[in-house]
């Protein structure tokens, strides 16, 4: 059978093969309840246009409501035969109004309608991931505010660095998340526009009201070029590309957790509700939960790569390779989410261990900067000669396998012999990172004060 919603000049139905590849309904139904709201949208404008009697708008808006109602109660079945979520619903339509349901397609096409269905659905998935990424800079404000005194090991290379504290390390993924929430509130203000109307390509002949939809929408204004509007996927690629870098913070900050939670480092400890155990070494507690985050990563960076590749060699204006947009839209979105979610339940699980990271802090001679910063404070050196006067008594200290502040003062004096007893008060770990009073700098003072600010944003209504 030829198909029923454009068969008309088709003698047969397509081979089976070719329904297989060309059907969306199996994904793009996820589009229903955003296509049924430009249906109605796009039926309440045609009647006030006077393009649609009252009557006829009336039937098609009671017949989508109950399409709607069936939908939701899982009550519609979809048929592949009519190819995707946009057919299904007018095939639908038909059946409860009869022929007068025709008429809902007047001056649209699948074009416009499809480019608006997805913008309605990013922009919701958009809300969504904002609301969770603000709860996620909650759960780690608020762990940084518990912890803004707490000295861990900072690091550069993977090597001890310098101290820092554990609540100065959470505030870095705090900001990161702001940066991310950015992108992806730009990407929406840009996505705003309002697709429906442009028809196929060209725009239409019929006194169409694209404000009106647009509006009813929640659109800021209708597209400005009837081309641009059924060919731009922009707004996916951009919602991916936000999605993608927030997911490789959500990746690095998990792949820290992996590191944490190892015994050999111990700094964190997660509960048995984020960990799992070992079918055969009965002493495991594996972070799945953090290895999934930074494994799904992949998926995100995948779906944009994806698309990138489906849009690079597209003329103007629809191209069917651009139902491709959707399953990795879709999953890279839904996998972000699940990502964010499981994160800030860690972030909420987690028990630091301030002795172990305290102790940490101070190996691999962390405060050597400490010390090479007194030279020059004190003793006046130019700091590349207290670089180079720091690096003696570390290898002093290393040969004899002792801390800098275990070396005796005569020993110090032996390199540099203006050093006096003094120079002990800066090489605690704690006094190193009191002293990091620098704007943005690791001081629990600073890293107090950061993180009540965060939560006072965090916590006021509305704002992020
Ligand atoms: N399922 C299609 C998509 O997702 C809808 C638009 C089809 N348009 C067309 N001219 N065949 O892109």
């Known amino acids: 059978m030829s198909n029923r919603m454009w068969g008309g000049r088709f003698a047969s139905g397509p081979a089976e ?26 039926a309440e404008m045609l009647v006030a246009a006077g393009i649609l009697s009252e009557a006829d708008g009336t039937a098609i808006r009671e017949g989508l409501e109950t399409i709607a109602g069936e939908i939701e109660r899982g009550e519609l079945p979809f048929s592949r035969a009519l190819e995707d979520i946009h057919m299904n619903v007018e095939s639908r339509l038909k059946d409860l109004i009869g022929p007068g349901a025709g008429r809902l397609h007047t001056a ?42 707490a000295v861990m090991p900072g690091f550069t290379h993977l090597q ?8 100065h390390h959470l505030l870095a993924y705090v900001e990161m998340i702001a940066r991310d929430r950015g992108r992806f509130a730009d990407a929406r203000r840009r996505l705003n526009e309002s697709p429906l109307g442009a028809a196929a390509l060209a725009g239409t002949s019929f006194p169409i009201d694209r404000h009106r939809t647009a509006a009813s929408l929640g659109f800021d204004r209708p597209t400005a070029n009837s081309l641009d ?18 997911a490789v913070h959500l990746s690095r900050f998990a792949e820290e957790i992996v ?12 509960s048995d509700a984020y960990t799992t155990g070992s079918s055969i070494m009965p002493q495991k507690r594996n ?26 060699g597209l003329p103007l204006a629809y191209g069917k390779d651009m139902q491709e947009d959707k399953e990795g839209a879709f999953d890279a979105l839904q996998t972000l989410s699940l990502c964010i979610a499981a994160t800030a339940g860690m972030v909420r699980d987690m028990q630091p261990d301030p002795d172990v990271m305290r102790h940490w802090a101070g190996a691999g001679y962390a405060t050597a900067t400490d010390l090479a910063d007194w030279l020059v404070r004190v003793l006046g050196l130019p700091f590349r000669d207290a670089h180079h006067v720091t690096g003696r008594l570390v290898g002093e200290a290393a040969s004899r396998e002792i801390g800098l502040d275990e070396l005796a003062l005569c020993d110090m004096q032996a390199v540099e012999p203006r050093i ?29 004060r950061e993180a009540e600010q965060w939560l006072l944003r965090l916590r006021a209504p509305a704002v992020g």
Do not use: C, Y
């Open 17 to 42: 093969i070719m329904q297989e590849i060309n059907a969306s309904i199996d994904f793009d139904k996820r589009l229903a309840s955003q296509d049924i709201r430009g249906s109605l949208a796009h």
């Open 108 to 149: 649209r096409s699948r074009n416009d309608q499809v480019a608006t269905d997805m913008k309605l659905w990013v922009r919701d998935a958009i809300d969504g991931l904002d609301a969770q990424l603000a709860d996620l800079q909650l759960a780690l404000a608020e762990k940084a505010a518990s912890f803004s005194d």
């Open 160 to 167: 001890s660095a310098q101290p820092v504290t554990f609540g």
């Open 229 to 246: 509007s059924v060919s731009d996927r922009d707004f996916v690629l951009e919602a991916l590309a936000a999605a993608s870098i927030a």
């Open 259 to 270: 590191l944490w939670t190892t015994p050999q480092f111990a700094f964190v400890r997660l």
């Open 287 to 312: 972070p799945d939960a953090a290895e999934l985050v930074r494994g799904k990563t992949g998926r995100v960076l995948g779906a944009l790569q994806g698309l990138l590749v489906v849009l690079k």
């Open 420 to 448: 006096t007893e003094d120079v002990f008060a800066v090489l605690g770990v704690e006094a190193s990172v009191r002293s990091r009073t620098s704007h943005g700098g690791t001081a629990p003072d600073n890293v107090r």
